[in-house]
């Protein structure tokens, strides 16, 4: 009796020592998946700042000078590096290794496209390489967006999730847009006329309404139009005469027209005025001349402020003979 007795009573000893240790590994796995959450979330709400600081003055700059402006955005793009190496360094449990893989390349992509963007903004505010510098920040807007599709397709719910496996409630990540839902950033035209609006920058746009219009097409004289085959005589060098017309309200200075052939390098002209309400023209001498049936192109820039540009561009089919 004295022996089954022991026996029990060692069990027993044995059985609360391994609720014990299994509710400390509980209570220590609980707490690592609650942290680590919670360290997310921090950085995913400063985060949330960050952005609506950057959009907010590329929205509307106010006073800042393009060098105050180009400041700024260095420290957003600072600020992004200091969220991606802290999430490289979470402590991650291992339920959450698959959520944190996605959640460093979301951070990745988020450094990666805010460190080009200030790279690239000096020049997207000057005049030479303006308008390349311009359409490569409207292409790491996009980048940015393709983060903020990641995070909310993968990282969020992934997270989530294991938080509501383990009994975890109360601290579920929040969501992370970093580019806000006007789908107007992905376009360059948007980007380059929020530009023009920072105080000192080339071309900056003056109060009212601004806008152009290709107002006609011709090749040595031949009227081109876009829904039919133009033929036109042979030259040595045959001229493409673009006419302008300024549909705003202010005198709009150094429009560049751009004219490509079967889509291969760009040959451009320059307007150096037009006045609201009227039309200017630029020749564009075509080298070398083209032969037979080619494609042309024809684009007209968009100013600063000018937020419509769909009558800026059209596309001709010209039979050189």
């Known amino acids: 009796m004295r022996r089954a007795l022991a026996l029990g009573g060692g069990l027993l000893i044995l059985i609360l020592i391994v609720l014990g240790v299994r509710g400390c590994l509980n209570a220590r796995k609980e707490r690592a998946l609650t942290d680590y959450a919670r360290n997310v979330t921090q950085i995913v709400e400063e985060t949330a700042q960050t952005s609506e600081g950057f959009f907010a003055k590329l929205s509307n700059p106010g006073t800042l000078s393009v060098t105050e402006f180009v400041t700024e955005v260095d420290a957003d793009r600072s600020a992004m590096d200091n969220y991606a190496t802290r999430v490289d360094a979470l402590d991650t449990p291992g339920d959450m290794q698959d959520a944190q893989t996605a959640l460093e390349l979301v951070y990745e992509l988020r450094s990666s496209a805010m460190a080009k963007i200030a790279d690239r903004m000096s020049t997207a505010l000057g005049n030479v390489g303006a308008e390349k510098a311009t359409a490569q920040i409207a292409n790491q807007i996009r980048t940015l967006m393709a983060s903020d599709v990641l995070y909310a397709t993968v990282v969020r719910p992934d997270i989530n999730a294991t938080l509501a496996d383990n009994g975890i409630e109360?601290?579920?990540?929040?969501?992370?847009?970093?580019?806000?839902?006007?789908?107007?950033?992905?376009?360059?035209?948007?980007?380059?006329?929020?530009?023009?609006?920072?105080?000192?920058?080339?071309?900056?746009?003056t109060p009212g309404v601004h806008g152009l219009g290709l107002f006609s097409t011709s090749v040595s004289g031949t009227e081109l139009t876009p829904d039919s085959v133009t033929s036109v005589s042979g030259e040595e060098t045959p001229e493409v005469e673009v006419q302008v017309q300024n549909q705003g309200e202010s005198t709009e200075n150094g429009i560049t027209v751009s004219v490509t052939v079967n889509g291969h390098n760009p040959l451009q002209g320059t307007i150096s005025s037009i006045e609201a309400g009227e039309t200017e023209t630029v020749a564009i001498p075509l080298t070398p001349a083209p032969s037979g049936r080619v494609t042309l192109e024809v684009d007209v820039q968009p100013v600063p402020g000018e937020r419509v540009a769909d009558n800026n561009k059209a596309s001709y089919t010209v039979n050189f003979q």
Not at 181 to 201: I, K
């Open 170 to 205: 109360g601290d579920d990540v929040p969501k992370s847009v970093f580019v806000p839902e006007e789908t107007r950033w992905l376009d360059q035209t948007a980007v380059s006329a929020a530009l023009g609006s920072v105080s000192g920058a080339t071309g900056t746009a």
